[in-house]
Every structure is written in C-alpha cells, then in structure tokens.
C-alpha cells in the first residue's frame, strides 16, 4: 500500500507570493490533516479534512486555507507569504476511527526569501 | 481543549543504559496517546499508543510507553537505548468525547544516544 504523499518535497517563495501544497493520502483514508512544524514551536495543528469538509481547525491566520478533493487529495494554500511561514509542512492520513493512528507524508519544506 | 506537554527539550542517554523521555496531557474525556519519532528529514513515524487496557504498551524497535491516569503522563521508555534511536519524538493526544478531534501534539523531545 502506498504511502502518503507530499508534492513538491522543496519549495523557495518570495515574502507575498502565494503557494499550494499537495497531499495524496493512503488509499481509503478519508481524514487529512496538516501540521506546520518550526523549531521553536514543535507541530501545530492548521486543520483537518474529512470527505471534502473541513472538520477542524487550529489557530492559523486566515491566509492559511485548505480543501479537500471527492478522491480525499487535500490542498494547503498560503497567500501572502511572510518570512515567519518558513516552515516543514506534514500532512497526515488516517481512517475515520477515533484511536487510530496517523500516517505522515515526508513533509514539504517551505523557505520563504 | 487537549494539550500535550514535553517538559524536556533534550535528553541525553548514554548507549544501553534505559531511557525515558516524558510526556503529561490534558483532556476533557478519556485519552487516547500516541508516541510518534522523527528523523532528520522525514515525516513521522508511528510508535504505539495507548487506548484502553494495560497501562504499559509495547511499541515499535523495543519502545514501551506506561499510561499513568492519575498524574495525567505517559512516559516513553526503553530498557537499553542505541546509538540510532537518536531522533526527535513526539507524545500526541486525541480526546475520546467525540472521536472526532484534532491530535495534538507536544513540541517535541530530541533525543541524544552517546555511544
């Protein structure tokens, strides 16, 4: 089975630049969720996705957006890049059953110049 | 709302002596814990976690993880630590009152196995 996947791997944006990041789940997972993780402040929650409809959602300006496709692909938005969004994006697959665990993708790291 | 604390940012363990690094949450409901590691560069990888039952789990790579109910922790332990656990780790939690809520997680204990 495969696993989750983040595209691209790599990005540089210019601060106000807008970017999107892409995350293919396992197969028959319909919750996703993403994390932004820095050094200072470990892995915060930005929101979760389940069958298209945003389910929760963490402390993150609006610039920060999400959405999710009918094949459970999920999209991460940022508009107005700043310097502080530099950042290891993760996102997570997991089925709809309360305990069980998260898979995370290798993550897309963001460097925002 | 859930919260997970790491109260050490680092841990050094010397190579077979026993390591624990440590982890206290706070819910509404009952909790379900996860341990997760990360090395440099990748995602995270699953440990174990704790649902219900024994309040001593077994994981992944001869981790184990103890739920304590009363001091609100789950402690991740190892009897004989190696060189390549050095990695960063994670102690995540989901609150059980809906089944339905985010898993949080700490920020993170980075973990140093001198040989």
């Known amino acids: 089975k495969a696993g989750v996947t983040q595209t691209p791997r790599y990005l540089i944006k210019t601060r106000g630049q807008q970017v999107t990041l892409s995350c293919s789940p396992i197969s028959g997972h319909r919750s996703v969720s993403w994390y932004q993780q820095t050094p200072g402040q470990g892995l915060q929650f930005l929101f979760e996705y389940f069958s298209e409809t945003q389910r929760n959602k963490g402390n993150f300006p609006g610039r920060f957006s999400g959405r999710q496709f009918s094949n459970s692909r999920s999209e991460m938005n940022v508009s107005t890049l700043e310097l502080g969004d530099s950042a290891l994006y993760l996102c997570a697959s997991s089925s709809n059953r309360g305990p069980a665990k998260a898979f995370f993708g290798q993550g897309t790291r963001l460097t925002v110049v | 709302a859930q919260s997970v604390a790491q109260p050490e940012d680092q841990v050094n363990v010397a190579e077979g002596n026993p390591l624990t690094v440590k982890c206290t949450y706070s819910v509404s409901g009952n909790p379900y814990l996860f341990w997760y590691v990360q090395y440099p560069n990748r995602g995270l990888q699953f440990l174990l976690k704790?649902?219900?039952?024994?309040?001593l789990v077994k994981g992944s790579y001869g981790f184990e993880a103890e739920f304590n109910k009363s001091q609100t922790s789950f402690h991740l332990k190892k009897p004989s630590a190696l060189v390549s656990d050095s990695a960063l780790y994670f102690c995540a939690v989901r609150d059980d009152v809906s089944g339905n809520t985010p898993l949080v997680f700490g920020k993170g204990t980075r973990l140093s196995v001198i040989a």
């Open positions: 704790y649902i219900t039952g024994d309040n």
